[in-house]
Every structure is written in structure tokens, then in C-alpha cells.
């Protein structure tokens, strides 16, 4: 290595360092040094979110609760509480994150225990799934889907080698993820244990596992769900009622009926924001798993188009993201940007297809616009995490890009 390649080495490690550490970021970076195209989207999905949501929930609010204004005041106080959450984690530096991500990852298990203690968790709709005291409650899954993302980050950075050489290094990881799993399953929760489990699959295939691995393990997981379907009646019963909805329109199908009916109504432009007539107790849940029924029903196919669209942008960005990282060797902020996009774009893609009876029905929200402080919250803290790893490597390639112009100048 000759002088001038070693000194660059020794400058971009420094450089390295400097960003790693948060020396040479700023400790109150301006909205310009983020991705605005891509902030533009987020907010744009919150906005689409709050005024779904008053749409959607204002019968259910008014026949249930003394105003009808309360599902959309709560949501409000949500969206406050999950900007904040998101201004102050966007300082946070991401080898912070990677630091925490074992203790987030016992943090998650800890909190899913406590979440089937008697007298701590609290039921409803018959699921166990929240935790907490008095109007502030906690879904555990959520936290779990997002710090599962940053431990697998961390892991993959920690072990390259012993992932792809291997069953050992690819092991490991899912049986802690199974862990969790079968904690979630007890709420019982098997929608966000799939999408758990299925993040972590594509960020161990992402990792480098080897496919004679990877392949035979993703075939048991599969016939692994397959089999907790058909041996727990409700789930079965979903399946069924979902394969065959009109067959017992009232009963097991009603949910999906009314959802098909109300994108039915939307026709190409839909009926007018606010003249949806599903959301009038006709279709249950119209406020949180079903609200895109109802979105689709008021602002129609093209609408519907536009905010796939949307989601779209957002994934494709993240996985932009990723690459840009990986490129400049940012391994733990690629791979963190890799998960939380896919997790977001498989959450919404499985609402989409739930709502249109594509996919049996789960119980996941749509990210950022279905009413739900933990969802809301916990998705304000990913994308927080996915703008500081694209704010770091745009820091790190600047600094590079910099040090290779004062060399060029100097030559």
C-alpha cells in the first residue's frame, strides 16, 4: 500500500469513527440534512391518517363514547406524542441503537411475559396483547417488531462469518425469534409473530445465508404456521370463511362482506370523503384494521392506487437506503433499513390484501393511518431510526467525498 492509498484508508476510518461516535454530525441536524421526498411521503401518510380516522371512527365514537370526537382526539394526542418521539430519536445516533440491541431484544421478551401475568396484561377483544396502567397502554408487539429488527442488525454485523458458513450462526437467531413467537401466539397474536418471523428470514437471507440453509428451514417455518392454522379453530375458521365469505355472510364472513361491499361502493373515484356508508356500524373495525375499506369506499380505485403508491415510495426508499449504506460499509444501518422496510411494506401490503380478500384476516393496522397509539408510536421510532442511518451515510460520504477533492486539489 503506498502513501496515498494509506492515508486515505486512515481518513475514512477517522471519518468513520467521527460519525460513529457523533463527532462530526451535527448534534441538532436541520430538516434539510434528511430525505425530504421521503419525509414528504411520512407526512403525507400521517395526514391520510388522521382524516381517515375521523371519518372512520365518528359513528362508532358517537354510539359508544361521549363525543364523537374521541377516537380522533386520541389519535391526535398520538400523532403529537409520535412526533415527538420521532424528533427525538432522529438525534440519536445509530451505533447507539446497535449497543442497545440486546437489551432491547431481553426487553421485548420481558415485556411479553408480563403481558400474559394476570392483572397486568390487559384483554381485549379476547386478545391479551397490552400492557400498562389506566388509558396508557402498551401493545408489546409492536416494540417487539422493531427492536427484533435492530438486535437481528446488530447480529448479522457481529457474526458475518458464522451466518453464512453455516446452520450454527443462522440458528441462533431463530430461536430466540421463536421465542418470541411462541410468546405472541399465546396473546394470541400469530399476525405480527408472521411478520416477525418473516422479517427475520429476509434479513438472514439479506446476511449472506447460504440457500441449502436457508431453504429447507423457510419450507418448516412455513409448514409450521400452515399447521397452527388448521389446528386452532378460529384461525381455521378465517380461512374458510375467507376462501368463501358469502357463504355465511352474516355470521363468520360478515366482516369481509361488509369490506368487499365498501370497496365495491368506491367504483373508480369513490363516494366523496366522509359519505361512506359501511363505516355507519356496518363493517366492524372500520377505524383500525378496516380503515382502508372505508378509504377505498370514499375516495375509490384511483385513490386507492395513489396511496399504494405511496407505500410503494416508501419501501422502494428504504431499501434505497439500504443499498447506499451497504455501499459505503454501514452493514448495521443497511441492514436496519432493510427490515423496517420490509416489515412496513409486508404490514401494509397484508392490510391491503385483508381488506380486498386476498389474505385471510389478521388483525394488522396500516402503518401510520390506522388508528392505534403503539402502532403509531413504534412506526414514528422506525422511520426516525431509517432518515439517522440515510443522515449518517450521506455525513460519511460527504466527508469522503471531501477528503477526495482536498487530495486531488493537493496533487
Known sequence: MNVIDYAQTQAHEALEFAVRTGTAVRRSPRVSDFDLPLMVVIAILLTIGMIMVASASMPIAAQNMSTPWHYLLRQAAYLVAGIGVFALLVRVPVASWEDAGPYLLLLTVVLLVLVLVPGIGKQVNGAVR??????????????????????????LVRHPQEVRAGFGGFARPMVLVMLISVLLLMEPDFGSASIIVGVTLAMLFLGGVQLRVFLPLFVGVAAMMAMLIRFEPYRWARLTNFLDPWKDAYNGGYQLTQS???????????????????????????????????YAEEFGFIGSLALMGVYGYLVWRGHRIGAES??????????????????????????????????PTKGLTLPLISYGGSSLLVTCAALALLLRVDYERRVLQAGAQHGASGRDAAT
Not at 143 to 150: R, T, W
Open 130 to 155: 397490552w400492557i400498562g396502567a389506566g388509558p396508557i397502554r402498551i401493545q408489546v408487539s409492536e416494540l417487539g417488531k422493531l427492536f427484533v429488527i435492530v438486535y437481528m442488525a446488530g447480529y
Open 260 to 294: 368487499l361491499i365498501a370497496i365495491g361502493r368506491g367504483d373508480l373515484a369513490g363516494v366523496g370523503l366522509g359519505n361512506s356508508m359501511q363505516k355507519l356500524l356496518f363493517l366492524p373495525e372500520a377505524h383500525t384494521d378496516f380503515v382502508f375499506a372505508i
Open 326 to 359: 451497504e455501499r459505503v460499509g454501514r452493514m448495521f444501518g443497511a441492514y436496519c433499513a432493510y427490515g423496517v422496510s420490509f416489515w412496513l411494506g409486508v404490514q401494509a401490503f397484508v392490510n391491503f390484501g385483508v381488506n380486498m380478500g386476498v389474505l
